[in-house]
């Protein structure tokens, strides 16, 4: 976003010391705004681009500085999330060269399906990408998030291509990403990504399902359960296959 003066930012909260979205203690921003319609999403609050709290990135920075020493300390930094980042990639890009300035590291939580050149120049600034990888198989994909997964496999490639540090973040929905063939196969396909050092196998809660009742949506997976352990542990096991480090989070 772009006025007469500087680039701005619709931020629609901040969290001081997250611990879940990276590695050590981290400052993360939640980005107002997504193109993406995940079912499960327990953010749909930040869908709206037009809301949030405009910031510019000095404004921004003053907040993320005050944190610099839990940061350093335990190998942590600042975490762009959302909604999707991406969508706001001219701001991430100006608050990522000033935190490389204050020597704060930088991590990109995305959905991969933004692509451009300047996000091509945001990567330049990101010491970590967590991809969110929702489904492999392109119908359920489609069918999960409303858009393609074309884009966040090329996204991949290319984080590939430049040996970005990369966490793959996979969220586990009984009845709906469960499909074991389709995880086999995203397992298999992983092994081909040096660059990956982490799969990170997140379980499907419902915390976020009286945000939709607050937005007037139609939350479609009241009668979803969260996956048991059973299924989870046998999940860890096919992602261990890929050779990577795998963690689970429910």
């Known amino acids: 976003m772009v006025n007469n003066m500087y680039k701005t930012g619709r931020i629609h909260s901040l969290e001081?010391?997250?611990?879940?979205?990276?590695?050590g203690?981290?400052?993360?921003?939640?980005?107002?705004?997504?193109?993406l319609r995940c079912q499960y999403c327990h953010n749909p609050d930040t869908w709206d681009t037009t809301k949030g709290v405009v910031y510019t990135p000095e404004q921004l920075m003053s907040?993320?500085?005050?944190?610099?020493s839990y940061m350093g300390f335990s190998g942590?930094?600042?975490?762009?999330?959302?909604?999707?980042?991406?969508?706001?990639?001219?701001?991430?890009?100006?608050?990522s060269k000033l935190c490389k300035k204050e020597g704060i590291s930088v991590a990109l939580d995305t959905s991969g399906y933004i692509w451009n050149d300047v996000v091509k120049e945001v990567l330049k600034y990101t010491d970590i990408v967590l991809l969110d990888i929702k489904n492999?198989?392109?119908?359920?994909?489609?069918?999960?998030?409303g858009v393609s997964l074309a884009p966040t496999l090329?996204?991949?490639?290319?984080?590939?291509?430049?040996?970005?540090?990369?966490?793959?973040?996979?969220?586990?929905v009984p009845g709906m990403t469960d499909n074991i063939d389709s995880i086999k196969k995203l397992s298999d396909h992983l092994k081909e990504y040096p660059n990956i050092s982490k799969i990170e196998l997140?379980?499907?809660?419902?915390?976020?399902?009286?945000?939709?009742?607050?937005l007037g949506l139609e939350y479609?997976?009241?009668?979803?359960?969260?996956?048991?352990?059973?299924?989870?542990?046998?999940?860890?096991?096919?992602?261990?296959?890929?050779?990577?480090?795998?963690?689970?989070?429910?």
């Open 63 to 68: 907040e993320i500085v005050k944190y610099k």
């Open 16 to 23: 001081s010391c997250g611990t879940v979205d990276g590695p």
């Open 154 to 172: 090329a996204f991949l490639d290319y984080l590939k291509e430049k040996n970005i540090n990369t966490w793959v973040r996979y969220v586990l």
């Open 220 to 250: 479609r997976l009241i009668a979803t359960k969260e996956p048991g352990k059973e299924l989870l542990e046998e999940v860890k096991r096919i992602f261990e296959l890929s050779g990577k480090t795998v963690s689970t989070n429910t």
């Open 202 to 214: 997140l379980g499907f809660h419902k915390m976020g399902e009286y945000k939709w009742k607050e």
């Open 76 to 95: 942590g930094g600042v975490t762009f999330t959302g909604g999707e980042p991406l969508l706001q990639q001219e701001f991430i890009l100006e608050v």
């Open 25 to 35: 203690i981290r400052f993360v921003v939640f980005m107002q705004g997504c193109v």
């Open 136 to 145: 492999y198989d392109p119908v359920v994909y489609k069918k999960v998030t």
